[in-house]
């Protein structure tokens, strides 16, 4: 896997990464940078931005969405339930292509993505699992969890969600890319996050 990570002074510092395949597609994970900052590194690997992933709907892992779209004509995948098009989120339906996979497994060239729902930080969360990687959104972040007091924000869902990852079928070397601040490992995770071990809610 081709992953590069991008991050930079935009809105609260998001992580956002671009994956490109062994055919020359590229993969946007929460792109919320200068579209510049995918469109380069594609063109010097000569590949196409094809697919847009969105771990959800908030205005500081969207905002590069809808020019990559103009400018590549790629696809972009996000639950509805974030498409509000509002002041928090921007997105409106018509700027979503896809909804994921009901049987939750999506397909690019080599890479396989699992698509977990994650509700809690906003309705329409999810997490994607890649090979050994599992990018989290704002769902699951190193030693805490994503806010459940902003605007469709929901502890108990919340709950359920970090419930869930803490048992994924996955080895505990997974990195987990959260969308903001430093990576971690599941079993890092798993081992010493109250708020996946439920000790917060």
């Not at 594609?42 to 931005?49: M, R, S, T, V």
């Not at 590549?72 to 921007?90: L, S």
């Not at 699992?114 to 050994?132: E, F, I, M, Y």
């Amino acid at each position: 896997m081709n992953l590069k990570h991008i991050t930079g002074p935009w809105p609260l510092c998001t992580n956002t990464f671009l994956l490109i395949t062994a055919g020359g597609r590229g993969i946007a994970v929460d792109p919320a940078a200068d579209p510049a900052c995918y469109l380069g590194p594609l063109e010097q690997a000569g590949a196409k931005l094809t697919h847009i992933f969105l771990t959800h709907g908030h205005y500081d892992h969207v905002g590069a969405v809808a020019e990559l779209r103009r400018r590549t004509g790629a696809k972009a995948y996000m639950d509805a339930a974030d498409a509000k098009g509002d002041q928090m989120f921007p997105l409106t339906p018509d700027l979503v292509d896809c909804p994921w996979p009901q049987d939750g497994v999506l397909t690019v060239d080599e890479l396989s993505f699992r698509v977990w729902h994650t509700p809690g930080h906003s309705p329409g969360s999810v997490c994607l699992a890649c090979g050994d990687k599992l990018f989290s959104g704002d769902t699951l972040f190193a030693s805490s969890c994503g806010r459940v007091d902003l605007p469709g924000g929901d502890p108990a869902q919340m709950r359920r969600s970090l419930s869930m990852l803490a048992a994924l079928p996955l080895p505990d070397e997974t990195e987990v890319l959260p969308g903001h601040e430093s990576f971690s490992t599941l079993g890092r995770e798993r081992r010493s996050n109250p708020y996946l071990l439920g000790e917060w809610f």
